[in-house]
């Protein structure tokens, strides 16, 4: 059995003549599909983070009122007081 080897210098190979075919792949045209996304999740982002700053830098309530002589109903749910035993045997 003879096998034959074939060596060859890095020298000696030829660079490729043709172009590449990789490069034709990206086009720009497709970048403009996906402009209104990037515009909708930028403005979202830039519209949270503004928000989180503005409620930062003021005092500003957000279950309603601070004070409880207030006429507007206020958006935090009542609160039920504790039933303590006593009461209940008071009660039958």
Request: charged share 10%; no cysteine; proline share 7%.
């Amino acid at each position: 059995m003879s096998s034959i080897t074939h060596t060859t210098s890095l020298s000696a190979v030829a660079p490729p003549s043709a172009r590449r075919l990789d490069k034709q792949r990206y086009q720009w045209g497709s970048s403009l599909l996906l402009l209104p996304a990037g515009i909708l999740i930028a403005a979202v982002f830039v519209y949270g983070v503004g928000y989180s700053i503005y409620l930062g830098l003021t005092n500003l309530s957000l279950l309603g009122s601070a004070s409880s002589s207030s006429t507007a109903p206020s958006a935090a749910p009542s609160r039920i007081s504790p039933v303590s035993a006593s009461s209940i045997s008071s009660a039958r």
